[in-house]
Nanobody, 116 residues
Framework: QVQLVESGGGLVQAGGSLRLSCTAA?????????MGWYRQAPGKQRELVAR???????NYADSVKGRFTISRDNAKNTVYLQMNSLKPEDTAVYYC?????????WGQGTQVTVSS
């Protein structure tokens, strides 16, 4: 069973915005775990972009600080990543999972491509 499904990616020009969604198979996944958004660019390792605790505290990678916002809606079993002022270097496949331990299999992710 697929536990986490990412969506919302696409092709956008530099400076544009996208909102990613990560929907979990069950409420307990999002409501009780710290959740993270990760990304993997071609030829690079997967990296943590943003995380949010069950209490709502957030933390961001320096490269996205001030541009990305992570949030959660426990009632919808969903974690969001609002991405503004996108840059070409944000191009990657974006994934969600629990943090710091990845409890679930990685989903297919959602492709974000930012053109210059």
């Amino acid at each position: 069973q697929v536990q986490l499904v990412e969506s919302g990616g696409g092709l956008v020009q530099a400076g544009g915005s996208l909102r990613l969604s990560c929907t979990a198979a069950s409420r307990s996944i999002v409501s009780i775990n710290a959740m993270g958004w990760y990304r993997q660019a071609p030829g690079k390792q997967r990296e943590l972009v943003a995380r949010i605790t069950s209490g709502g505290s957030t933390n961001y990678a320096d490269s996205v600080k001030g541009r990305f916002t992570i949030s959660r809606d426990n009632a919808k079993n969903t974690v969001y990543l609002q991405m503004n002022s996108l840059k070409p270097e944000d191009t990657a496949v974006y994934y969600c999972n629990t943090w710091p331990i990845h409890k679930y299999d990685w989903g297919q992710g959602t492709q974000v491509t930012v053109s210059s």
